[in-house]
């Protein structure tokens, strides 16, 4: 599994937003916080947004919050709002492989590693990764 900068943000920016839970996080505090670039980080929050992960409140005092609780948020749902499928075979999905001959019984072995990540990311939430702190910002 490649986690590629975007990926690796995502998932630090949410555990900081539910770190600091109930309070709002503004983007700039947290790309400070977190050594991430404001402008790729807005549009990260933006995805993250689109799916459902995080909510964005405006004005001075807005900020972000999570959608839903860190306990139903898995470190899965932030992969793939921010970098798209879990695994890739020559960046087409794992399950539209298909292979003839002596390599036929290949895509069972890229799935298998499919389903051994999914595993992983998708039994991990954030409130299990998530260490408190009276503030991560």
């Not at 975007?6 to 309070?23: E, F, G, K, Q």
């Not at 020559?90 to 002596?102: A, D, E, I, M, S």
């Amino acid at each position: 599994m490649y986690v590629s900068a975007r990926t690796d943000y995502a998932v630090r920016a949410m555990l900081a937003v539910a770190a600091d839970h109930p309070h709002l996080v503004k983007a700039a505090d947290l790309a400070a916080a977190q050594d991430i670039p404001l402008s790729f980080l807005q549009g990260i929050l933006l995805d993250l947004r689109r799916a459902g992960l995080l909510h964005s409140h405006r004005g001075v005092d807005g900020g972000y919050s999570l959608a839903r609780a860190a306990e139903e948020i898995t470190v899965g749902d932030v992969v793939r709002a921010s970098g798209g499928a879990l695994t890739t075979v020559r960046g087409l999905p794992t399950t539209t492989t298909t292979y003839h001959g002596v390599a036929t019984g290949l895509r069972d072995v890229w799935l298998a590693v499919e389903e051994a990540i999914e595993g992983v990311v998708d039994h991990r939430t954030l409130a299990e990764l998530t260490i408190p702190a009276t503030s991560t910002i």
